[in-house]
């Protein structure tokens, strides 16, 4: 019986165009940047990216190791990072060579190895190329002093100004102002301005009282004037205060009634507080908010 020739040949050529169902390596590429425009000292990355089937590994040993590999290459940094059966491989070169004109140098291939157990497999790196370029041009003019130099061109002026960074320094040079003021305030660094809210406070907490208070409420005036005095303030000493004090003069007969009713109140027996009495104390107080203030 005689086989069909063509259909033959067709399937043979067709297991001989596919890959190995076992091939070792399931992916591999070499990432390169530009061949073109280096010049002395540059640096060239390169990235190496291999996959591999299950239960083969890279042999860590077959990886280019740091140093210098001839007169004018060095391989500066050698990173292997390892996610399952992938390896990513980064290699980053640096060229130490001067042309005269542009030339095309190789980066060098090698050879990696993987293990399946005892058997070893090799894949191949292939060599890259590169040009590079001089540093300087290669008819060098003469000047009558010499050699001819042209020197770089200068920095726009213009990249130095950052109005951000001068915004910035005025903000926080005035937010630490205003705190050392604040700070200042809180610890009596400025006696005027803390005299100016002397009764302000008073009348604060004389809201909160009732007649049943009268003698917190007689004790928190006689501390605003003992401390408006700078010493305990009594009524013979009115003269003295107003000589240090004089827009105060102009309430001497509310203060007059205070001194009197804080005498009968803590020195005599019996004495009957009546709502008025508060409204009266609290009169007083506002009299002397406004003269503290300047609207009086």
């Not at 010049?39 to 590994?57: A, K, L, Y």
């Not at 980064?90 to 042309?99: E, G, K, S």
């Not at 909160?208 to 007689?218: F, I, P, T, V």
Request: hydrophobic share 35%; with cysteine.
């Amino acid at each position: 019986m005689r086989v069909p020739l063509i259909p033959v040949i067709l399937v043979l050529s067709l297991l001989g165009c596919s890959r190995p169902i076992d091939e070792p390596v399931s992916y591999f590429n070499v990432e390169t940047p530009r061949p073109f425009g280096y010049v002395n000292g540059d640096e060239i990355p390169r990235r190496i990216i291999i996959e591999t089937r299950s239960g083969i590994s890279l042999q860590p040993g077959s990886v280019p190791v740091k140093g210098q590999i001839n007169r004018w290459l060095n391989l500066n940094q050698v990173s292997v990072k390892q996610s399952g059966r992938r390896y990513q491989i980064d290699l980053r070169y640096q060229v130490f060579y001067a042309p005269l004109e542009v030339k095309a140098l190789t980066l060098p291939g090698f050879t990696l190895q993987l293990s399946q157990g005892e058997k070893n497999i090799s894949q191949s790196v292939p060599a890259w190329t590169f040009t590079l370029s001089p540093l300087r041009e290669l008819v060098v003019r003469q000047s009558e002093q010499g050699e001819y130099l042209r020197p770089d061109s200068p920095p726009s002026l213009s990249l130095l100004v950052n109005s951000h960074a001068v915004y910035g320094l005025a903000a926080s040079l005035t937010i630490a102002a205003l705190t050392a003021l604040y700070l200042g305030y809180l610890y009596g660094c400025f006696p005027g301005l803390s005299r100016r809210t002397v009764f302000k406070r008073v009348l604060r907490k004389l809201a909160g009282l009732s007649k049943a208070d009268m003698e917190q409420a007689l004790t928190l005036v006689h501390q605003a004037l003992n401390n408006l005095n700078g010493q305990p303030l009594f009524s013979n000493r009115l003269s003295e205060f107003y000589r240090r004090n004089p827009p105060y003069r102009q309430i001497n007969s509310q203060l007059t009634w205070f001194f009197n009713y804080s005498n009968r109140y803590f020195f005599s027996d019996g004495m009957i507080v009546v709502q008025q009495d508060l409204q009266q104390l609290k009169d007083l107080c506002e009299q002397c908010r406004k003269i503290e203030r300047g609207s009086r």
